[in-house]
């Protein structure tokens, strides 16, 4: 089975804080991954560095020995969605890194004017409006972990209403849970899909402008395989939704099964980016896609 590794795509903040005691003072050493995460950036692999942080984030969260970390790790995802012109998810990452460590200021000798000036904003709403640490934003995006699928609730304002609505997109799973790589094949598109469920309470229709779907071999009788990643081209329908709907996400993995290759499966796992109207919804599917390769 031919599985190109590409890159993956990107991922928004966890934002489920908890104050951290006022007494904290020693700091265990710098998480290994907020240190590749925070290079990622600093080299220009936005997209990289959003999977990354992301990753951090949701660790960290709830744990409040490492708020500092979490707090860097919210500010980096907030620098990388700002270089991608993902203005309201920057938005966002920068309220829970404000939020994560109310003593965070930016020096103008290690980031730029930019920068600045969006975190400063942040920073300056949140000391405003006094909300505790933890507490939901109604600006930018909240993910949530949904039965070991993620899922991610943007939310906005009601159209002349005064209470926020959600965009939500959530469940994600195989719609085509078993394919086949038929004897023969070389380098033949085999397509299968990944349903999202969408709900959308804003008021606006929400646009699914780009998508991604990457998928990994987890198990296969050949070890060399295992870990192996696929990331073709994948498109969604519909591409608006305006309630409730299933988004469904199409791609393909490309089969090559020579003849005499001894009959087996693998099972892939599978994740989905939703680049929408409301914000960047990664999504990890619950179950996973089996391949026969007979």
């Avoid at 969605?81 to 290690?110: C, I, M, V």
Wanted: aromatic letters at 4%.
């Amino acid at each position: 089975m031919k599985a190109p590794i590409l890159r993956r795509l990107p991922i928004a903040c966890l934002v489920a804080l908890l104050a951290a005691p006022s007494d904290v003072r020693a700091q265990a050493p710098p998480d290994p991954e907020l240190v590749v995460g925070i290079r990622q950036v600093k080299e220009g692999d936005f997209e990289t560095a959003l999977l990354t942080l992301d990753g951090v984030a949701q660790r960290l969260t709830g744990d409040p020995s490492r708020v500092r970390d979490l707090a860097q790790a919210c500010l980096y995802l907030g620098i990388a969605a700002l270089a991608l012109d993902q203005k309201g998810a920057a938005k966002g990452h920068f309220h829970r890194a404000a939020e994560a460590d109310r003593t965070l200021r930016l020096s103008a000798n290690r980031f730029s004017p930019k920068v600045i000036a969006a975190f400063d904003e942040a920073r300056r709403e949140v000391a405003a409006t006094g909300r505790k640490r933890g507490s939901a934003s109604k600006v930018g995006l909240v993910a949530l972990g949904v039965g070991g699928a993620a899922a991610a609730i943007a939310v906005a304002a009601k159209g002349g209403g005064s209470e926020p609505g959600v965009a939500l997109f959530a469940n994600a799973r195989f719609g085509t849970p078993v394919i086949e790589c038929p004897n023969g094949s070389k380098s033949v598109p085999i397509s299968f899909t990944i349903l999202v469920d969408g709900t959308n309470t804003t008021g606006n229709p929400v646009t699914v402008n780009s998508v991604s779907a990457t998928v990994v071999i987890e198990a296969s009788a050949i070890p060399s395989e295992i870990g192996l990643a696929s990331s073709l081209p994948a498109m969604a329908a519909p591409d608006r939704v305006a309630s409730s709907t299933t988004v469904t996400v199409t791609s393909a993995l490309l089969c090559d099964n020579a003849p005499g290759n001894v009959p087996r499966f693998n099972e892939w796992s599978g994740r989905v980016t939703l680049t929408t109207s409301a914000g960047v919804f990664p999504l990890t599917a619950a179950d996973r896609l089996r391949v026969n390769v007979p």
